[in-house]
Structure formats: structure tokens, C-alpha cells
């Protein structure tokens, strides 16, 4: 049979190893950050009965990858059939719906709060476009507790965004937080009823503007003093107290408004303490506001606005139920893949080299690349990464097969008794003697970098 | 709709937290050993068109998953239909096969020789059992040139795998290697044509015993001299050069035969030099060598003889071509969830905590808990994983949240201005003074460890 032609496939992005160097640096990061404030690593199977998919995280339905036996599926039985004990499987969607299940089928192991960290891929059958992916990465911190969940945890959720996005090549960022109960307690308090579609109107105000916004409002039958009210709430932002008094001085009360604003405050809070400017309430943010039951958190990048929230999340009162209790939690995911999207089509950011490795080490002649072997395993030990060059070429050539992957660093062996090694940094053309049980690289070449390309030249 | 019962599915492994830090253990290791000998890390997508999956690896072809959107599906389109461009989707079986692929794609923006490794999740429908899944991690290394593929390299392998498997808690083992022209040439030395079918036969040593092979090589067209002969080459054995005067021995000569253990002898050389007892020429190994061309590797465990190979690959002259030019290859395979499945199916490791907090911050009361947040921020500065009390309860409670996770230490801010902070390690019951800009836990507890339950103690 003859092969298929070989194309990319849209929407099932690849990477280059010196981009997935740049990508390892991001997860490095945000897993590092995670294990920092004491998340565990949870994963869990790509697939889900798709009875527990459909229906689940909005429209989602259509979005959804099914997996079924190649080989059921051309015994002419159809895919149904083919799948094992009558049940259909799909490919997650996203690592919210696998952690719902994962935490009921092991309700009575796991520790709760239980504060798990997964950084997995998952898979949607949507349309492809920049920064939407069917195959994508995401890094997600949830907290999990049992019946009730203490209103704390969502305060510490924006402090680990910022410590990430502070040492991700991405530029300016900011951590928008809202509070549903807020939007609620307010569309309440002036004789809003139906809060879930004022808020799915509220949440066009970037894409259509605020006339937009009113008119739909007053057509979805809002009185003009209600359109403006919603708006005007809608354009209250601050990261500090601010935002408390502005939303006072509209004069609408209501004790979910008050709950709202103060847990918000709380919020923004320990923003202030701890990531001053990086976390803002900003009241317009009403996505997702129809299934998160109090703080919804979304990060924008500062000077990529067109990109959208790189991190969404929030707080679910019943993230799971086994129908006797209920797991209430918040949480955020990180989209990886589309940072890395960004990361690569922008050039924003470019890793020192295309390997792990710091060194080459020569080989004067076949005949010697034992010798080659034994300083490389020298090196090693004590954790320099390198490599041995591949043939007993020319110095020159074996010079040119470090430069082209950005390898720093060349060894020669001495080639013979009387004579030393030599190790030459090819970047500055300096050589000099050295023993492989004693050197090593600087430490900034010990590991391939990530040189950020922004003005302002940050390197992570 | 009502929720479908959750049960596992079979096949589709899932760890808890503790075991999960078992997992990153090895995967660490792994990589890191990887890196240190210059690989560079690539990742591909998840599927591959079905038409270039099926057929490859074997007899793969009942094994593999088709991928289709459900929505597609259920227009009644059937599954072929759904997939875009026409092009059905799977997901792929190994790494192998996306690699060839990746390869080819990208053959012009690659530097070679390229090392690369690989650890991802692979899917086949293929029955489970033991050490058999349905969805598993495999972490790979291949090192592809084009045209032609120095030997050294198959020495290299087996080095590396011999630096992994001394760091995991597996106990002994063995990489065994046999070289596929050892097999070829010594038949063809007595006159054995159809080489593969009496490869198979051989293959079948371990199960059947030395007497059933004798019998089906016999059946199969061999005289009794020439599977008497074949028997005797499969006996040999040994971790030095040895093998090669016992193959010599049974007086067979062929220039195929000489080659290979030229080829074999260079790759048993390395092993002596830098694995010593590690690497061994076992000429009985002849799984895969139907589609291998060279040298090929099997790694055992010493103390779990049932349960197969643990890590498998060997050298192929054509991984890929793109019909102009071939790329030859040699790689290994690490099978990381079956190591997983015995980890914890034996109770070989376990971790030291279930989580990689070193510290539980107390709280005295949430009036105070700004405070305990401060010492949180400061610890996990200087890098020392922590998380803070989720509530202010009794200390002995949230000693007992510290104990109930392995978290070592617990950490209880001054109640005013003239006491200090204090720092309780909760498995001695000592108590001491510390300033959380300053204090670090011991280096073994900084993160978790994994301790080997095996008689010799080793903790790695």
C-alpha cells in the first residue's frame, strides 16, 4: 500500500526540538510553582465514557473526539458495538470532567482539601484558528473539599498565576477576578430576574461595545435605567479596594451583592499583599459566570490583547456528587498550547540551544573514541550533559556539528600521554586545558535558556 | 441524564498521588539520564491518518483505536465520513511509527544524527492483562542519521538503559543483546534458507523448552543436525567476549555470521568497560528480529523473570524514506507503566510523602492567617515546597493533616510581636526556633523521596 502523503495536521500542533525546549521551560514553571504551593500530580486516562462528556462544560457536545476498536469497527458492527461492556469512550475535552470522576472513584484514598495539580492534553474536534487547538496541552490546579470549601483557597489561586506568569516570557499580565454573586446580588437588587442571560449579553461588551450591550439588554426586555445600571457595573474595575466603593455608589443593595463584594475584596486582598497590579477586579468578566457559583478568575496578556484569556477558572459549589455529598472546588487551567502558539508565531522567546547538551566532546580517531566515551561518562556524573561527536571527522566539521545545535562547548581529548584535553567555548574561540573530573560549564550553560525576545531583553 | 456508575476502566491504569510520585520518579530519572547523554526531547500528536498505522509494528492492526467526532457520527455520516479531509484518524500504537513520520515531515529543518527521546502515551485495543494495558507511557530514545548510521551508536544504548535501570527499584537486571546477522549468517552457514520462520521457532525457546523447538524446527524442513545447531547458538551466552570462541566453536563460518559478531563483540566491549556484568550477548533473543536489521535489545528483571521484557528496541536500516533518501535508525523502548504495574502491584517502592509539600504552615486563627501566608511566600522562595493550614483548627488537628500526608514538618508562626516563630519535625517530635528566611528542612526531606522496599534497603 502506498503511503500517504506527508502533511501536518490542522489543529494538531508540533514542535521543533528547540521550540519544545522553550515549551519543557514553560511546564518547568508552572509545575515547579504548582509542587511550590504543595498541589499533587494527579492524571488520568485520555478517555471517559462519552455519557460523562456529552452535556458537560458548555455546548461541548459536538466538540467531542469518540475512540473506538479499528478493528470492531470493521467487523461492520459500528462504532458502538466495538467499544468494550456496551460503552462508548471519547477523549477528554478538557481535565475538569476526568477530576469530577477521578475524585468519586476515589472519594475514600484521597486526602481532601485535596489540592492536585495535572498537566495533560486533551482533545476537542472544533474548528482549528489561532490559539484553538484539537490537540492541546493544559495545566490545571484544582482544590477539592468535602461539603464545604473554605473561601481562602480562592484568594490563593491569582497569587500562583502571578508567580508563574512573572517567569514566563509572555510580557505584562493581568489576573481579572470576579465574583458571580456579585452580578447576581446586583441584577437582583434592580429587578433583574433572569441574571443568566443579562450576564451572556454583559460578556459581549468586548466584542460589541457598550450600545451593543444596551440595546440587546433593552431587548431582552430590561428597562432602560436597568440596561444602564448593568453597564455600568459592567465598566467597574480596580486592583485595590476601589472597585468596593464604585459598586456602593451605584445605591443598589442586596445581600448577595454584599457577600459578593466582600469575598472579592478578600481577593484582591491578598493580591495586593502579595502580587501587587497583577490581580484586578474587573466586573465585566461574566465568562463561565453560568456554571462557577462565586470567584471566576481569567489572565489576559497586556500586550496581546487580541489573544484572549490565556487562564480561566473558578469556583463550582459541586464540582462532583456521589448523591450523598458533594465536592465543591476552584480551580484554574493554563492553556499551554496556546501560550506556546503565541510564544512561537510572535517570537517572543528563542532557547540558547536546540539540545540538552553543554558539550561535544571530540573524537580524534575511531581507534580512540573510547577514550572520547570515558570523558563523556566523567562529565556526566557529575551532570554536565553531552554528547560524543558521531564520526572522527575534522575539527572544523566537528566544531560546525555543536555550533549548528548551539552546543557551547568542545572537548579534545589529548592524543596522547604527554599531551592535555582541552576544552574550547566556540562562541568566544577561548581554549583551554581541563580535566573531565573537575570542569564544568558557567552555570547559566549548564542548561539550554530561554531567551525572551521582549524590548525590555527579560531572560527566564 | 443519569450518571453512568463509575468504575475503572480495564486497561486505562490510574495512579493516587503517592504512587503518582513513584511515576515521576522513574520519569525523572529517565529523563534526565536521557538529557545528560545529549537527547533532545519531541513530542508528537496524539493521532496519525489510519492508513499509516495500520500495518506497521506487526501484526498492530487489530490493536488500534479509530478517532472520529462524535458529532459526525451521530449525523449518521458514519465514522469515515466524519473525519476531515477524508482522512481517518487512529491513535498511534507506539512511538515509532509518529517518529517516521515526524522525521519525514521535517527532515529539512532537523539537524542529524538526531537524538531524540520521547515519553508519551500510546493506546491499543489489544486485551489486558498484566503488564499489558490499553493506554500506556513509553519513553523512548532513537538516534536516526541518513543514509548511514555509524555503529558505535548501538554500543552507546545499552549504556544508557544500564544508567536507568541502576537508578529505579526494580532491583538487578540485564540488558541482553544479540545482533540479527549472528542469526542470519549462522544459518545460512548450514544451509538454512528460510531464516525468519526458524527466527520464530527459536523465539519460542523460553516457552516451549529446548526439545518442543527441536521438534517444530525439525517439522519446519530443518534435519536434525541443523536444529540441533540452531539450539546450540541459542544456548550461548555471556556478559564478557566469550560468546564469540562458543560460537566459533560449533564450527559454522559465514560472512554474515563474522560481521555480526564483529558487531556484537564492539557493543559487549562498551558494556564490559562501562557497565560491567550489565550488557549481555544472550543469542536466544529473537524477538524482533524479523523487522530489525542489527543489533537488538532486550532488558530483563532479575528477580521478575514473568514479567517479560521491561525495555525493547534494536537498529533498523529504514526507519523512514522518502524515497530518495532512507533513514536508519537505532532506538530503545522503556515500558513505564508495565515498571509501574509491577512497582505497585509488588509493593516495590513506595514515596516517602503524598505530596511535594516539605512544610504545613499552621494557622492560629483566620484573623492571623495573612501571617502563616507571609511565611508560606517566604519558604517557597528559597524553594521549599509548603502549603498552608486549611483551617485554623486545634494544632493536633492540623498535625494530624501533616501526618496524614508525610508532610515532614509543621511550622507555627508566633502568636505576638514577642515570641517566635517555631518549626516542630512531626516524626521526632522536636521543636526549634526558626526564621523562615533562613530555616531550610534537610536536604532529604526537601522533596519527596522514594524509598525500595527491597531486602538490600536501597533508597534511590
Known sequence: MSQPKITPLSGFPEFLPADRIVEQHLLDVIQRTFELHGFV?????????????????????KEIYAVSRLAGRSDGAGPAAAADAGSDLGLHFDLTVPL?????????????????????????GERPQEGRYREFTQADIDIIDVDTLAPHFEAELPLIL???FEQLPVGDFVVKVNNRLICEGFYRGIGIEDV????????????????????????????????????????????DLGFVDAVRALGVTHPELDEGLAALAAVIREGMAHAPGRVEADLRIARGLDYYTGTVYETFLLGHPEFGAVCSGGRYDELASDGVRA??????????????????????????RSTPAAVLVAVNDEASRPRSNAVAAALRARGVACEVAPA???????IRYADRRGIPFVWFPARDAEAVDEVKDIRTGEQQPADERAWSPPAEDLHPTVIAAQRDGDST
Do not use: H
Request: charged share 25%.
Open 100 to 124: 469530577a470522576r477521578y475524585v468519586l472513584e476515589n472519594a475514600g484514598k484521597l486526602q481532601f482539601p485535596l489540592r492536585r495539580y495535572q498537566i495533560q492534553r486533551s482533545w476537542r
Open 196 to 239: 443568566a442571560t443579562t450576564l451572556r449579553i454583559v460578556d459581549k461588551l468586548d466584542k460589541i461595545g457598550a450600545a451593543g450591550v444596551e440595546a440587546m439588554l433593552v431587548e431582552s426586555g430590561l428597562n432602560a435605567a436597568q440596561a444602564r445600571q448593568c453597564l455600568a457595573l459592567a465598566e467597574i474595575r480596580s486592583t
Open 392 to 398: 572522527a571527522a575534522k575539527f572544523g566539521k566537528q
Open 162 to 164: 502571578a508567580g508563574i
Open 327 to 352: 465536592y465543591p472546588g476552584v480551580g484554574v487551567s493554563i492553556g499551554v498550547t496556546r501560550l506556546m502558539g503565541l510564544i512561537v508565531s510572535r517570537g517572543l522567546a528563542t532557547a540558547s
Open 41 to 61: 500530580s494527579v492524571e488520568t486516562r485520555a478517555v471517559e465514557p462519552v455519557e460523562r462528556l456529552v452535556g458537560k462544560g458548555g455546548d461541548a457536545d
